[in-house]
């Protein structure tokens, strides 16, 4: 167990290094090619109506205006689609509406024409005829008696879980470990409340879009803004009815994500759109439209109650989520499911019990983002963490060291803990920000620690050893930016020994990449990474055979050496990747070529522990760990909020690169910041008020501190490739967790709702010991 | 088809014609009309920078600016940054620091860095700050960003 | 699609904004291009401010104040080294507008036709009584600013009228200064707050911007408040006045709950503040 600090060597790249992307050379010039720069020869745009009521029966269309507009060359509605559905847990969405309207937004009819502008302009003259229906605005309106159903034919959806779907009901979870409703007798201290989270918008810098072209023989090809070109292909073809062979899903450099290009967005849509125009079609939304048709981090109403003993060792646990889903489930079981798995944290309490509803609303789907509902529970769990340090005079240090879980220990309801580097976690952040700041005033500090998964479902990689003795990696996994090319090159290049810049990624491709379930759930490092590691092993082997041969040894004899070659031990002869790649290629053996699939394959629930109702993810991850220090400012005239300094130590089992996992704590932090502090879509009734970047206000580079000290803790994990683990998501997790402590030491008031506003905190202020609304 | 209007400008060193829609801005122009693809349309508000261009040398919005008001003017995109050598080092540091994520807001902030630094070759970390105040970016976190800005300036100013 | 009409004089202007119904005139287009992307204007013609010489430029006035062109850029207002003194408040307001590159581009004559009542300069400018100078169809004509704003977005301007230049009076040497309360750098006002102190220092004139249609300026109120600015009980009074005259809405920048607790912390902070400036100066 090391800390490190990031060197910008280079030393040929190998794992631990921080290796500069190679994509930012182009990115620099200007020269990467994100989905709105590809053309194709012919190519349409196109563009889409939506809906502008929040739940409507379809009644019929009318397309002569628009048919007959300029540049128009096809229009596509419900009436094209099919009857197909998609979902990644119930399948309850087409590609676009079909028979009802579920969110004002949502798209109903979408235009192919010469023109972006002619597009847009013939969307206008598409006449819907609607029957309005009454909309579902909450969850809690959703759950009523006479509540108007969103999906009737819910019942008859395919479903993957046991979701226990019925009426607005989109699924629930139930996990039980010990008996909460006994232990709280044994609790001499108990905190309740109920908090609430607001929705955020991901706002990657780049819209979504989409562009399909069609060949002679009616096969499609997709390029796409995505996080996963096979969730993509999926996707597209169930809800279009396609065979997956009849379409290929790539993709270019894609800008950014953070869940949001997981699942589908406008790629149905634009292959619909290609198909009937039988020309290529390039789709590419407005950021408005970003906002209102795609998806966003969910609301949470969160119920927590936590009791422990007068020493400060943790008793019981109750967490009860009702979560708004929108209209389409989505991600949404599983983030419900995933929220209701972390909603302990790092602790270990012997009684905890967790439940949760995620109900259909009129509003745009709620879905994956960057946390996937941990921030959500871990907003109202640190802050009772703290609730009790400040009951039993425990420092928020003392009570986590006190009850935090350790390796070997098994997570809630039964996964078992890898490596842990929680414990050095809080000892960098304590160190670093111990005593008071520079000019000697107090901190305003607050503390919050989280565990997150990397881990979950299929992926692949092919080696390949080029005639030259180079190498092809082809994983399918998409780099959204955040540099899982150059980690796994990185991992590859270890693996053989070779210099980085002899490794080349392909670009990810359904017709040649192996299957990746995507970018997402902080796995690619890790589970990736280790496919990458294996199918490089067996590369490494097969040359070992070629070489045992040309140098007339025993296998057992030979060493990897550095550069690509491999001699007899104590001996300096060797032969090097390429003169063994030359005779694979021209003379025996054939090429050589290393494959390695997995899936992660460990269960999440052990039935002699717990009880699991709903239970959306049964094999989920290996569990990486993060404390987060910050020290906050309140402005005294309008409670604004702002961080002077914060502390962010992430236990990632092994730093690939260091620099990238110093970048995901920044960006992550940044991106937590604003859910903290600001950033919260709002409706106004049934409609979107701040669809865009005027109105929902994202954090500028004068809104951030300076001070953002990183810490990487390495503590590695037994499975994890070279010993990594994921960090995408878990410098996020904690800061409205964090902030809140800070907060409620400056005003000595708890805030049970986010985002903690000026408004809100001001309120504070003024009357210490409330709980603002 | 749209009746196009035909404007003459200066785009990277080159007198160029352009046909492009009347009332066209030029973020349309610069993308559908010349394949100018820099210029990236992340929200055609003028809010997050990643459309941002030199125009007589000052940074403007292209999504803002009418082709109209181009007539005749200078116009530089990062297509036509690659002698100059401040963007070079510019670069050399954004490559280096971790400042490029995703890459979609990095040629917006490339061209306020590179103008600022002509106005003002030595900035304190607060002035980069706020000079790429107007430049989102969701991945980094700016603060890799603001070391590339800020360590070109040194490097320059030896 | 929309056709861009250049005139160079701010007669032609006039006619050409008369000849067609659907025209409107442009300025930096900060506002009104970002409008039009999303479709919430359509205008058959722009007819462009920028070739007009006459619209450009800050200069001083025969009198001593400070004229400034329509046209002249938020980055321009915000060097210019004549607003000083009662009229810093001005160049502080444009210096806090959106960043630095729409601050190349966005024009003060523009800003304040828009008439956004979030917005920097209608504040600043009723902080320093300034006069807008008027040309339509029926000639020029000068008009107050305090009798600028009529309702949410409504202003005394006709149609077919445009604001040429914006003239301050003299400027006097005292304190003044621009606090603006918003979510993150460079957003609109949830609430702010213009102010400048008098040469003697017991003296304020207040503007407050963000809680109803217009700035909020209470001159009656200022003029009670004359010599008993160290009296808290009195500063807290002419806040009361300006609470009551507000009429701020809820909005995605905060509620109007959260703008009238606003406006009394903001008074006292910005006489905070400037009070300090007088002492140090």
Known sequence: ?773 | MAKKTLYSLTLNGEEIEVASSAGATLLETLREDLRVLSSKRGCNQGVCGACTVLLDDKPVRACLTLTAHCEGRKLQTMEGMGGDPIMATLQRHMVESGGVQCGFCTGGVLISARNLLSEDPSPSRETVKTALSGNLCRCTGYRTIIDAVCGAAEELAQ | MTLVLTPTSVEEAVALLAEHDEAMPISGGATLVAMRNASLVTPSHLVSLHMIPELHGITRTKAGGVRIGAMARHCETAACADLTGTLFVLRRAASMIANRVVRNMGTMGGSVANADPAADYLPALSCCDAVLSVAGPDGTRELSIHDYIEDWYETALEDGEIITAITLPAPQTAASGYHKIARVSGDFATASCAMALDPEGTGLRVAIGACGPGPIRDRDGEAALRGKLDDPAAVAEFAGRLVALADPVDDVRGSAEYRLRLIPRLVTSSLVELTKQKELA
């Open chain 1, 1 to 773: 167990m090391t800390l490190v600090q990031p060197a910008p060597v280079f030393l040929g790249g190998a794992v631990g290094q921080s290796v500069a992307k190679p994509d930012n050379l182009e990115k620099v010039q200007g020269r990467a090619e994100y989905i709105a720069d590809l053309y194709r020869p012919g190519m349409l745009h196109g563009a889409i109506l939506a809906s502008p009521h929040a739940h409507a029966r379809i009644r019929g269309y009318d397309l002569t205006e628009a048919m007959a507009a300029p540049g128009v060359v096809a229009i596509i509605t419900g009436d094209d689609v099919g009857d197909g559905r998609m979902g990644a847990f119930i399948k309850d969405e087409h590609a676009i509406a079909r028979g009802k309207v579920l969110y004002v937004g949502e798209p109903v009819a979408a235009v192919a024409a010469r023109t972006e502008e002619e597009a847009r302009h013939a969307c206008r003259l598409i006449c819907v005829d609607y029957e309005e229906l009454p909309a579902i605005l909450t969850p809690e309106a959703g759950l009523a008696e006479d509540a108007p159903i969103l999906h009737e034919d819910l019942a008859s959806y395919v479903k993957i879980f046991d979701a226990g779907s019925e009426g607005n009901l989109a699924s629930r979870t139930q996990l039980i470990e010990g008996d909460v409703d006994a232990a709280w007798a044994e609790c001499d201290v108990i905190v309740e409340g109920e908090f609430t989270t607001q929705p955020q918008a991901h706002v990657s810098m780049e819209p979504c879009g989409a562009l399909a072209d069609i060949d002679a023989t009616g096969r499609v090809t997709l390029w796409s803004a995505n996080q996963s070109v096979f969730r993509v292909q999926a996707n597209v073809c169930e809800s279009l009815g396609l065979p997956m062979s009849k379409l290929r899903s790539l993709t270019p450099r894609v800008g950014a994500g953070f869940g949001n290009k997981m699942e589908p967005h406008i790629q149905p849509i634009t292959v619909a759109l290609a198909i009937k125009a039988k020309r290529p079609v390039k789709l590419i939304l407005s950021r408005e439209e970003d906002f209102e048709m795609v998806r966003a981090r969910h609301p949470y109403r969160v119920r927590m109650k936590t009791g422990a003993k007068s020493d400060g060792t943790l008793v019981a646990r109750e967490c009860e989520v009702l979560a708004d889903c929108g209209a389409f489930a989505d991600d949404s079981p599983g983030v419900l499911g995933y929220s209701l798995l972390m909603c302990g944290g790092p602790y270990r309490i012997p009684h905890l019990k967790a439940s949760g509803k995620l109900v259909y609303t009129n509003k745009l789907r709620f879905g994956a983002f960057r946390g996937f509902g941990n921030p959500q529970v871990l907003f109202a769990g640190e802050q009772q963490i703290d609730q009790i340090g400040e009951k039993l005079g425990l420092d928020p240090f003392a009570i986590r060291r006190k009850n935090m879980l350790h390796e070997g220990d098994q997570w809630f309801v039964g996964p078992r803990i890898g490596s842990n580097g929680l414990g050095l976690c809080l000892d960098a952040v304590e160190q670093a920000a111990k005593g008071p700041r520079a000019d000697g005033s107090p901190r305003n500090f607050g503390l919050a620690v989280t565990a997150h998964i990397s881990g979950l479902l299929g992926t692949g990689a092919i080696v390949r050893m080029l005639e030259d003795g180079t190498i092809s990696l082809n994983t399918g996994a998409t780099d959204i930016g955040q540099g899982s090319d150059t980690v796994l090159a990185q991992i590859c290049a270890e693996e053989l020994k070779l210099p980085f810049d002899h490794v080349v990624v392909a670009s990810p491709d359904t017709d040649g990449s192996p299957y990746n379930w995507g970018t997402t759930a902080s796995r690619v490092t890790y589970t990736t990474g280790r496919a990458v590691k294996g199918a490089a092993k067996k590369v490494v082997d097969q040359a070992m055979v070629h070489a045992a041969e040309m140098l007339e040894c025993d296998i057992d004899d030979l060493e990897l050496r550095e550069g690509g070659r491999i001699g007899q031990r104590n001996a300096n002869s060797d032969v090097t990747f390429a003169q063994i790649s030359g005779r694979a290629h021209w003379a025996v053996g054939g090429p050589l070529v290393g494959s390695q699939t997995l899936v992660f394959d460990e269960p999440t629930h052990d039935p002699k522990r717990a009880i699991a109702l709903g239970l959306p993810f049964p094999r989920i991850g290996v569990f990486s760990f993060a404390a987060l220090g910050v020290d906050v400012d309140i402005d005294e005239t309008s409670g604004q909020v702002s961080v002077h300094e914060a502390w962010s130590a992430a236990d990632v089992g092994r730093a690939i690169n260091p620099r990238l996992v110093e970048v995901q704590l920044h960006g992550g932090f940044v991106q937590g910041l604003g859910y903290a502090l600001y950033e919260e879509m709002v409706w106004d009734g049934a409609r979107l008020a701040n669809p865009s970047l005027m109105d929902y206000k994202v954090p500028t580079s004068r809104d951030v501190p300076d001070a953002i000290h990183t810490f990487i803790i390495e503590d590695p994990e037994p499975t994890g490739p070279f010993g990594a683990k994921g960090a995408g998501e878990i410098g996020l997790n904690t800061v409205p967790g964090a902030i809140a402590n800070a907060v409620a030491t400056a005003t000595r008031t708890r805030h049970l709702h986010l985002p903690l506003t000026g408004e809100r905190v001001l309120a504070g202020l003024i009357t210490p010991g409330t709980t603002p609304d």
